[in-house]
C-alpha cells in the first residue's frame, strides 16, 4: 500500500495500529470489569482521546504533515490527559477534572499554535476536544449514579 506518498500506510502501520487500540481497549475493560457501563465507556473514552492524537499524528500530521514539530504539542494534551488519570488514581471525580482539562489543553494548543504561526489549522484539531468531553461526561454521569440509591 506504499506508494511513496506522505502519509501513506503500510499493512504493517496498520495492523499496528489496530493492536494498539486492541490492547488499550482489552486492557481498559478487564481492569475495569465491574466497574459501572458509564465509567467504563467513559475511560474508553479517554483511551480513544489520548490514542486519536497520537494516531492522526503518526499518519499524516495534524498542522502539516507528521514531520512538523509543531505537532508534538498535540500530543502532549494525550500525555497531560494520561498523567491526570495516573496522578488521580483512576477515581472518577479526579478523572472528570483531568478529562475537561485536557479538553481545554486541547483548544489552547490549538489557539497557540494558529496564533504563534498563523498557519491554518484545521478545524478537526479542535474536535480531537470532543472525546475529552465525552469522556467526562460519561464518567460524571457514572459518579452521579453511583451516588444514587
Same mark, same amino acid.
Given at each position: 500500500m506504499k506508494d511513496g506518498l506522505p502519509g501513506s500506510w503500510s499493512s504493517s502501520d496498520f495492523l499496528l495500529l489496530?493492536?494498539?487500540v486492541a490492547l488499550v481497549v482489552a486492557a481498559l475493560?478487564?481492569?475495569?470489569?465491574? $466497574?459501572?457501563?458509564?465509567?467504563?465507556?467513559g475511560l474508553l473514552?479517554?483511551?480513544?482521546?489520548? &490514542?486519536l492524537p497520537l494516531w492522526v499524528n503518526g499518519a499524516v500530521g495534524i498542522v502539516g504533515t507528521e514531520d512538523n514539530p509543531v505537532n508534538l504539542m498535540f500530543v502532549v494534551v494525550s500525555v497531560f490527559g494520561v498523567a491526570g488519570a495516573l496522578l488521580v488514581k483512576f477515581r472518577t471525580a479526579g478523572l472528570v477534572r483531568a $478529562?475537561?482539562?485536557?479538553a481545554a489543553l486541547q483548544v489552547a494548543?490549538?489557539?497557540?499554535?494558529? &496564533?504563534?504561526d498563523g498557519t491554518t489549522v484545521p478545524v478537526a484539531a479542535?474536535?480531537?476536544a470532543i472525546p475529552?468531553?465525552?469522556?467526562a461526561a460519561l464518567l460524571h454521569r457514572?459518579?452521579?449514579s453511583a451516588s444514587m440509591p
Open positions: 489496530g493492536t494498539l475493560w478487564w481492569w475495569f470489569a465491574g $466497574a459501572d457501563r458509564y465509567r467504563r465507556a473514552a479517554g483511551g480513544a482521546a489520548a &490514542l $478529562a475537561v482539562l485536557a494548543v490549538v489557539v497557540l499554535v494558529w &496564533l504563534r479542535l474536535l480531537l475529552w468531553l465525552l469522556s457514572a459518579r452521579v
